[in-house]
C-alpha cells in the first residue's frame, strides 16, 4: 500500500503569536495542511526557511525588522520554488500589487472565514493562484490608475521604475534602493531622473506626491 501524502508544511509569519494559533486552530481539521512553525519578523522568517523544509508561507505584509515586501524579495532569491500566500488586513492597492510583483502567489484578506484560507492554501500548491475579493477589487483599482492618466493618456512605466517609485515613497535613500535592487547608486539617479520628466514633475517630492496620488505604488 502506498504511504499517504505528507501534508503541506506552513509556516506563519506574523508578529502575533495569537493569529498564528488561530491559523492552526483552523486548518486542524484538513488532514493536508499542517503549521510548523510560526515566525514574529522578517529577518526571524528567512533564518527559519534557511534551516526548516518548509512547503508554503503565510505572509503578513505589516512585519516588523523587515516588512512584508521586502521579505518577499529575499525569499524569491533565497527559495525561488517556495510558495507564498500574503495574509494581511491591508488591502490597499500598494500592498496588494506589491506583494504580487514580489513573486507572492495570493493574497487573503485577514478576516475571511476559515474554509476561505484553507481554499486559498489547497490552490496555491495545487499551482493556482488566489485573491480575496478585497485585494481583488485593488488590483483592479491598481490596473486602472497605473495604465492611464485622469485624463486618458496612457503612461508606460516599466517594472523597473515602480520598483523605483515605491521605494522612493518608503524614503529610501538611492544607496539603499539600489542595494535592494542589485544596481549602481548612478542607475538609480538616472531611473530617478528619467521618471521626473515621464511624470512632469521637479522634485523628489513632487515625484512621490504624483505616484501616491495615482495609486501607482
Known amino acids: ?3 499517504a501524502r505528507s501534508p503541506v508544511r506552513i509556516v506563519v509569519a506574523d508578529p502575533l503569536a495569537l493569529i498564528a494559533d488561530g491559523v492552526k486552530a483552523w ?11 510560526h515566525a514574529t519578523n522578517g529577518n526571524a522568517l528567512l533564518e527559519l526557511l534557511g534551516r526548516t523544509p518548509v512547503d508554503l508561507v503565510l505572509l503578513e505584509v505589516s512585519l516588523p525588522e523587515k516588512d ?4 518577499m524579495r529575499a525569499i524569491r532569491k533565497a527559495h525561488p520554488d517556495l510558495k507564498v500566500l500574503a495574509h494581511s488586513m491591508l488591502t490597499e492597492v500598494e500592498y496588494v500589487n506589491s506583494m504580487l510583483i514580489e513573486g507572492a502567489r495570493g493574497y487573503l484578506v485577514k478576516g475571511t472565514p476559515p474554509e476561505d484560507l484553507v481554499e486559498a492554501v489547497r490552490i496555491v500548491m495545487s499551482g493556482g493562484r488566489y485573491l480575496s475579493e478585497a485585494a481583488g477589487r485593488s488590483v483592479l483599482a ?7 492618466h485622469p485624463d486618458g493618456e496612457y503612461i508606460g512605466l516599466t517594472e523597473r521604475e515602480r520598483e523605483i517609485i515605491r521605494l522612493v515613497a518608503l524614503e529610501r535613500t538611492n544607496g539603499e534602493i539600489a542595494a535592494a ?3 549602481s547608486e548612478e542607475t538609480v539617479k538616472t531611473h530617478r531622473k528619467h521618471l521626473m520628466t515621464k511624470l512632469n514633475v521637479r522634485s523628489a517630492a513632487g515625484l512621490v506626491k504624483y505616484a501616491i496620488d495615482r495609486r501607482w505604488i
Open 1 to 3: 500500500m502506498a504511504n
Open 181 to 183: 535592487l542589485f544596481i
Open 142 to 148: 491598481g490596473y486602472r490608475y497605473t495604465n492611464k
Open 68 to 71: 512584508g515586501i521586502d521579505t
Open 27 to 37: 486548518l486542524r481539521d484538513a488532514a493536508d495542511l499542517d503549521v510548523v512553525a
